[in-house]
Protein backbone atom coordinates (compact mmCIF):
# COMPACT_ATOMS: atom_id res chain seq x y z
CA UNK A 1 0.00 0.00 0.00
CA UNK A 2 1.36 3.51 -0.95
CA UNK A 3 1.09 6.39 1.32
CA UNK A 4 1.04 10.42 0.85
CA UNK A 5 1.85 13.19 3.28
CA UNK A 6 0.43 16.69 3.25
CA UNK A 7 3.22 18.56 4.96
CA UNK A 8 6.15 16.54 4.48
CA UNK A 9 8.66 19.39 5.68
CA UNK A 10 7.00 19.45 9.24
CA UNK A 11 7.82 17.99 11.90
CA UNK A 12 5.52 15.50 12.02
CA UNK A 13 6.02 14.91 8.26
CA UNK A 14 9.88 14.42 8.78
CA UNK A 15 8.90 11.68 10.97
CA UNK A 16 5.86 10.23 9.36
CA UNK A 17 8.73 9.03 6.11
CA UNK A 18 10.85 7.88 8.60
CA UNK A 19 8.02 5.58 10.26
CA UNK A 20 7.07 4.66 6.45
CA UNK A 21 10.71 3.57 5.50
CA UNK A 22 10.43 1.34 8.64
CA UNK A 23 7.50 -0.13 8.00
CA UNK A 24 7.50 -3.06 5.30
CA UNK A 25 3.97 -3.16 4.96
CA UNK A 26 3.90 0.20 3.28
CA UNK A 27 5.96 2.28 0.85
CA UNK A 28 5.65 6.38 0.29
CA UNK A 29 3.91 6.64 -2.62
CA UNK A 30 4.38 11.12 -2.56
CA UNK A 31 5.42 13.70 0.08
CA UNK A 32 3.87 17.05 -0.48
CA UNK A 33 4.63 20.46 0.85
CA UNK A 34 3.54 24.23 -0.85
CA UNK A 35 4.26 25.15 -4.24
CA UNK A 36 6.34 27.37 -3.35
CA UNK A 37 7.76 25.85 -0.54
CA UNK A 38 12.08 25.49 -0.81
CA UNK A 39 11.75 21.73 -0.29
CA UNK A 40 10.31 21.33 -3.68
CA UNK A 41 12.57 18.52 -5.80
CA UNK A 42 14.34 17.59 -2.80
CA UNK A 43 14.60 13.61 -2.11
CA UNK A 44 12.28 12.87 0.93
CA UNK A 45 14.80 11.08 2.52
CA UNK A 46 17.18 13.53 2.76
CA UNK A 47 14.45 15.71 3.96
CA UNK A 48 13.93 13.11 6.86
CA UNK A 49 17.61 12.53 7.56
CA UNK A 50 17.28 8.84 6.69
CA UNK A 51 19.43 8.71 3.02
CA UNK A 52 18.08 9.23 -0.21
CA UNK A 53 14.77 7.46 -1.22
CA UNK A 54 14.84 8.25 -4.87
CA UNK A 55 11.62 10.29 -4.19
CA UNK A 56 11.09 13.84 -4.55
CA UNK A 57 9.25 15.89 -2.99
CA UNK A 58 6.14 17.27 -5.07
CA UNK A 59 4.36 20.81 -4.51
CA UNK A 60 1.78 19.92 -7.14
CA UNK A 61 -1.05 17.57 -5.38
CA UNK A 62 -2.12 16.70 -8.55
CA UNK A 63 0.29 15.63 -10.44
CA UNK A 64 0.78 12.60 -7.60
CA UNK A 65 -2.84 11.49 -7.60
CA UNK A 66 -2.55 8.01 -9.06
CA UNK A 67 0.71 7.63 -6.78
CA UNK A 68 -0.80 6.99 -3.36
CA UNK A 69 -3.80 4.76 -1.73
CA UNK A 70 -4.48 6.78 1.21
CA UNK A 71 -3.18 10.40 2.46
CA UNK A 72 -1.93 11.34 6.00
CA UNK A 73 -2.19 14.71 7.26
CA UNK A 74 -0.80 16.24 10.55
CA UNK A 75 -0.17 20.19 9.22
CA UNK A 76 -2.20 22.92 10.34
CA UNK A 77 -6.07 23.80 10.59
CA UNK A 78 -5.32 26.19 8.28
CA UNK A 79 -4.51 23.69 5.70
CA UNK A 80 -7.24 21.17 6.74
CA UNK A 81 -10.28 22.48 4.08
CA UNK A 82 -7.76 22.53 0.90
CA UNK A 83 -6.97 18.84 1.85
CA UNK A 84 -9.74 17.72 2.38
CA UNK A 85 -10.91 19.05 -0.62
CA UNK A 86 -8.52 17.25 -2.76
CA UNK A 87 -8.82 13.56 -0.92
CA UNK A 88 -12.42 14.13 -2.08
CA UNK A 89 -12.14 14.92 -5.34
CA UNK A 90 -9.36 11.93 -5.74
CA UNK A 91 -11.76 9.35 -3.33
CA UNK A 92 -8.67 9.22 -1.36
CA UNK A 93 -9.41 7.61 2.33
CA UNK A 94 -6.91 10.28 4.33
CA UNK A 95 -5.66 9.52 8.38
CA UNK A 96 -5.84 13.25 10.06
CA UNK A 97 -3.83 13.67 13.08
CA UNK A 98 -4.16 17.91 13.12
CA UNK A 99 -4.98 19.49 16.50
CA UNK A 100 -6.32 23.39 16.94
CA UNK A 101 -9.57 22.45 14.72
CA UNK A 102 -12.80 24.72 14.75
CA UNK A 103 -15.73 23.47 14.95
CA UNK A 104 -16.24 24.03 11.33
CA UNK A 105 -13.23 22.19 10.43
CA UNK A 106 -14.84 19.28 12.56
CA UNK A 107 -17.77 19.44 10.79
CA UNK A 108 -15.94 19.83 7.49
CA UNK A 109 -14.24 16.45 8.50
CA UNK A 110 -17.64 14.98 9.41
CA UNK A 111 -19.24 15.53 5.70
CA UNK A 112 -15.96 14.42 4.03
CA UNK A 113 -16.41 10.72 6.51
CA UNK A 114 -19.78 10.23 4.42
CA UNK A 115 -18.30 9.92 1.26
CA UNK A 116 -14.46 8.56 2.01
CA UNK A 117 -13.02 6.60 5.40
CA UNK A 118 -11.39 9.20 7.57
CA UNK A 119 -9.16 8.57 10.48
CA UNK A 120 -9.16 11.37 13.07
CA UNK A 121 -7.36 11.28 16.29
CA UNK A 122 -6.19 13.71 18.76
CA UNK A 123 -3.72 11.26 19.22
CA UNK A 124 -2.16 8.30 17.79
CA UNK A 125 -0.09 6.82 20.62
CA UNK A 126 -1.39 3.98 21.62
CA UNK A 127 -0.34 4.43 24.97
CA UNK A 128 -2.40 7.64 25.38
CA UNK A 129 -5.14 5.53 23.61
CA UNK A 130 -5.00 3.48 26.89
CA UNK A 131 -4.94 6.30 28.67
CA UNK A 132 -8.52 7.19 27.13
CA UNK A 133 -10.04 3.93 28.52
CA UNK A 134 -7.95 4.13 32.09
CA UNK A 135 -9.27 7.74 32.79
CA UNK A 136 -13.31 6.55 31.67
CA UNK A 137 -12.64 3.84 34.46
CA UNK A 138 -11.30 5.95 37.10
CA UNK A 139 -13.75 8.56 36.47
CA UNK A 140 -16.59 6.07 36.93
CA UNK A 141 -15.31 5.04 40.32
CA UNK A 142 -13.79 8.53 41.68
CA UNK A 143 -15.45 11.50 39.67
CA UNK A 144 -18.21 12.10 41.84
CA UNK A 145 -15.93 12.67 44.89
CA UNK A 146 -12.20 13.47 43.66
CA UNK A 147 -10.99 16.70 41.96
CA UNK A 148 -10.32 16.26 38.66
CA UNK A 149 -7.44 17.95 36.61
CA UNK A 150 -5.22 17.60 33.44
CA UNK A 151 -1.64 18.47 33.16
CA UNK A 152 0.03 18.90 30.24
CA UNK A 153 3.54 19.96 28.68
CA UNK A 154 4.76 20.40 24.94
CA UNK A 155 7.47 21.92 22.92
CA UNK A 156 7.24 25.73 22.89
CA UNK A 157 6.63 25.68 19.20
CA UNK A 158 2.69 24.16 19.52
CA UNK A 159 0.62 26.47 18.87
CA UNK A 160 -3.02 25.49 20.40
CA UNK A 161 -3.71 25.06 24.10
CA UNK A 162 -4.65 23.19 25.78
CA UNK A 163 -3.28 20.39 23.44
CA UNK A 164 -6.19 18.20 21.51
CA UNK A 165 -4.98 15.27 23.79
CA UNK A 166 -6.02 17.15 26.82
CA UNK A 167 -8.88 17.99 25.41
CA UNK A 168 -9.47 14.54 23.98
CA UNK A 169 -9.32 13.09 27.82
CA UNK A 170 -11.33 15.91 29.09
CA UNK A 171 -14.16 14.82 26.78
CA UNK A 172 -13.81 11.11 27.66
CA UNK A 173 -14.16 12.19 31.17
CA UNK A 174 -16.86 14.83 30.82
CA UNK A 175 -18.82 11.88 28.97
CA UNK A 176 -18.59 9.37 31.46
CA UNK A 177 -19.86 11.66 34.45
CA UNK A 178 -22.24 12.90 32.26
CA UNK A 179 -20.92 16.57 32.04
CA UNK A 180 -21.24 19.47 29.35
CA UNK A 181 -17.20 20.39 29.58
CA UNK A 182 -18.59 23.39 28.08
CA UNK A 183 -19.79 24.35 31.16
CA UNK A 184 -17.70 22.45 33.45
CA UNK A 185 -13.52 22.71 32.44
CA UNK A 186 -11.52 25.96 33.94
CA UNK A 187 -8.45 26.57 31.64
CA UNK A 188 -6.59 28.80 33.45
CA UNK A 189 -6.57 30.08 37.28
CA UNK A 190 -5.93 33.09 38.48
CA UNK A 191 -6.12 35.94 41.53
CA UNK A 192 -9.24 35.45 44.04
CA UNK A 193 -10.76 32.63 42.31
CA UNK A 194 -13.01 31.58 44.97
CA UNK A 195 -13.04 27.34 46.60
CA UNK A 196 -12.99 24.86 44.10
CA UNK A 197 -16.32 23.55 42.46
CA UNK A 198 -16.35 20.04 42.62
CA UNK A 199 -17.90 19.45 39.20
CA UNK A 200 -15.52 21.34 37.76
CA UNK A 201 -12.15 19.76 35.23
CA UNK A 202 -8.98 21.96 35.59
CA UNK A 203 -6.52 21.97 32.90
CA UNK A 204 -2.80 23.45 33.32
CA UNK A 205 -0.53 24.08 29.89
CA UNK A 206 3.26 24.03 30.05
CA UNK A 207 4.85 25.32 27.13
CA UNK A 208 8.85 24.63 26.95
CA UNK A 209 12.16 23.12 25.12
CA UNK A 210 11.45 20.09 22.98
CA UNK A 211 8.66 18.32 25.27
CA UNK A 212 7.21 16.30 22.66
CA UNK A 213 4.04 15.07 24.73
CA UNK A 214 3.67 15.26 28.98
CA UNK A 215 -0.25 14.46 29.99
CA UNK A 216 -1.24 13.85 33.84
CA UNK A 217 -4.74 13.26 34.74
CA UNK A 218 -4.71 13.64 38.59
CA UNK A 219 -7.83 12.56 40.86
CA UNK A 220 -7.52 14.22 44.11
CA UNK A 221 -9.77 12.83 46.84
CA UNK A 222 -9.42 13.36 50.42
CA UNK A 223 -6.59 11.35 52.37
CA UNK A 224 -5.23 9.73 48.75
CA UNK A 225 -4.71 11.04 44.97
CA UNK A 226 -4.40 8.72 41.94
CA UNK A 227 -2.46 10.00 39.14
CA UNK A 228 -2.32 8.75 35.12
CA UNK A 229 0.19 10.09 33.33
CA UNK A 230 1.60 9.44 29.82
CA UNK A 231 5.10 10.93 28.27
CA UNK A 232 5.84 10.60 24.55
CA UNK A 233 9.74 10.97 24.33
CA UNK A 234 9.88 10.60 20.22
CA UNK A 235 7.27 11.75 17.47
CA UNK A 236 7.93 8.39 16.06
CA UNK A 237 5.58 7.06 18.43
CA UNK A 238 2.87 8.93 17.14
CA UNK A 239 3.81 8.11 12.93
CA UNK A 240 4.30 4.74 13.77
CA UNK A 241 0.24 4.94 15.38
CA UNK A 242 -0.61 6.69 11.99
CA UNK A 243 0.86 4.21 9.36
CA UNK A 244 -1.15 1.44 11.89
CA UNK A 245 -3.97 3.74 11.31
CA UNK A 246 -3.67 3.89 7.53
CA UNK A 247 -2.87 0.12 7.05
CA UNK A 248 -6.85 -0.36 9.16
CA UNK A 249 -8.50 2.04 7.32
CA UNK A 250 -7.80 0.54 3.71
CA UNK A 251 -10.35 -2.33 4.28
CA UNK A 252 -13.00 0.16 5.63
CA UNK A 253 -15.83 1.78 4.08
CA UNK A 254 -16.92 5.71 4.25
CA UNK A 255 -16.98 6.99 7.66
CA UNK A 256 -15.29 8.25 10.68
CA UNK A 257 -12.91 6.47 12.69
CA UNK A 258 -10.65 7.02 15.35
CA UNK A 259 -7.65 5.56 16.78
CA UNK A 260 -9.82 3.60 19.69
CA UNK A 261 -11.64 1.95 16.70
CA UNK A 262 -7.91 1.18 14.79
CA UNK A 263 -6.97 -0.33 18.54
CA UNK A 264 -10.28 -2.32 19.01
CA UNK A 265 -10.50 -0.07 22.13
CA UNK A 266 -14.04 0.76 20.97
Known amino acids: M ?24 VSLGAA ?7 FVGMD ?9 KGIAISGNPDEIANEVDIMIDFT ?4 LETNLAWCLRHKKPIVIGTTGLSASQLESIDQAARVIPVVFAANYSVG ?29 HKKDAPSGTALAIGHEIADELGWDLAQCAVYGRE ?26 VLFADIGERLELTHKASSRL ?13 ASRQAGRYNMQNVLGLA
Open 191 to 216: GETGERKQQSLGFATVRGGDIVGDHT
Open 237 to 249: TFAKGAVRAALWL
Open 44 to 52: VGELAGIGK
Open 2 to 25: KLGIFGANGRMGRVLIEAIDDNPA
Open 32 to 38: LVRADSP
Open 128 to 156: VNLLFNLVRQAAAVMGNSADIEIIEGHHR
Open 76 to 79: LPAA
